[in-house]
């Protein structure tokens, strides 16, 4: 099995700083994308943020440049820091990860269990 265990989300000024961390474990022969998705109420999941084994990192325009993508691929672990939010960054925030399984010759989809991101105007 694999588990992915998320934290560091809690309420935070606008304006204001967080830093969100997504670690992996488990049966895992290797990770190829590490990412951050957010889902606000009543709205779908998006993508806010994603990076390969290789350091190649993507995001949407809503957080370009105000959110940091890094990976230790060491640790299996994936960080996400927040600058500049604003309350509608407001949401569930659930890390992703495209995992290959020992004796596995093919990626699956993994995601955390959620952690709940507040931003107060």
């Known amino acids: 099995q694999v588990h992915l265990v998320a934290s560091g989300g809690g309420l935070v000024q606008a304006g204001g700083s967080l830093r969100l961390s997504c670690a992996a474990s488990g049966s895992i022969f290797s990770i190829y994308t590490m990412g951050w998705y957010r889902q606000a109420p009543g709205k779908q999941r998006s993508l806010v943020a994603v990076i390969t084994s290789g350091g190649v990192t993507n995001y949407p325009d809503s957080v370009k440049g105000r959110f940091t993508i890094s990976r230790d691929n060491g640790k299996n672990t994936v960080y996400l820091q927040m600058n500049s939010l604003k309350p509608e960054d407001t949401a569930v925030y659930y890390c992703?990860?495209?995992?290959?399984?020992?004796?596995?010759?093919?990626?699956?989809?993994?995601w955390g269990q959620g952690t709940q991101v507040t931003v107060s105007s």
């Open positions: 992703n990860a495209l995992v290959r399984r020992y004796w596995s010759g093919s990626y699956s989809d993994y």
